[in-house]
């Protein structure tokens, strides 16, 4: 129980590092969505994790219908994830999340309906996902990835990349 506040703490304080607007932590804590959607995820995941399928994703629901953010409760995320502004962002269930990530408003780590078990992406450590991105299917996107907004990636993509365009396309 107390690993669950220190790394609530530490995804706030990651929030206020990366977020200009934010006033402090107790700002962050009280009035970030991405913080509350994280809050309620992390109790989610705890439940998902001891087959109470349904309190897990009921718990999601209601934190979608305060935040708009869903999170599916079988997602797994890392350590300081930064969800910006947030209000439709969908993390489908069997995506991963690396450390450090930062995923602004509208995108969506999806599937493509084609696969049977794998079917969202992953994402490694410190990637940035622009506004309004699809990632869609199982596929990797490698540490240190940007993402340009309104981006539509269907394939995997290496390390230290920029990509941008729908099709996604790399450009550094």
Do not use: W
């Not at 977020?19 to 809050?39: E, N, R, T, V």
């Not at 408003?105 to 049977?116: A, D, I, N, R, S």
């Not at 990509?163 to 790399?170: A, C």
Request: charged residues 20%; positive net charge.
């Amino acid at each position: 129980m107390k690993s669950f506040f220190i790394d609530l703490y530490y995804d706030a304080k990651n929030m206020a590092i990366k977020d200009p607007a934010a006033k402090s932590i107790i700002y962050i804590i009280l009035l970030y969505p991405g913080f509350h959607a994280l809050f309620f995820y992390k109790i989610a995941h705890a439940l998902s994790n001891i087959h109470m399928y349904f309190l897990a994703r009921f718990i999601s629901q209601f934190a979608r219908f305060l935040t708009g953010i869903e999170i599916h409760p079988s997602a797994k995320i890392g350590k300081r994830l930064f969800i910006d502004h947030g209000t439709g962002i969908v993390i489908g269930e069997t995506a991963v999340i690396g450390d450090d990530c930062t995923i602004y408003h509208g995108v969506t780590l999806g599937g493509t309906g084609k696969e049977k078990l794998k079917r969202h992406p992953t994402l490694k450590n410190n990637v940035i996902v622009g506004c309004g991105s699809k990632i869609l299917g199982n596929i990797t996107i490698g540490n240190n990835v940007k993402i340009g907004a309104n981006s539509v990636v269907l394939k995997s993509i290496g390390d230290d990349k920029t990509v941008v365009g729908i099709p996604g396309k790399v450009i550094k």
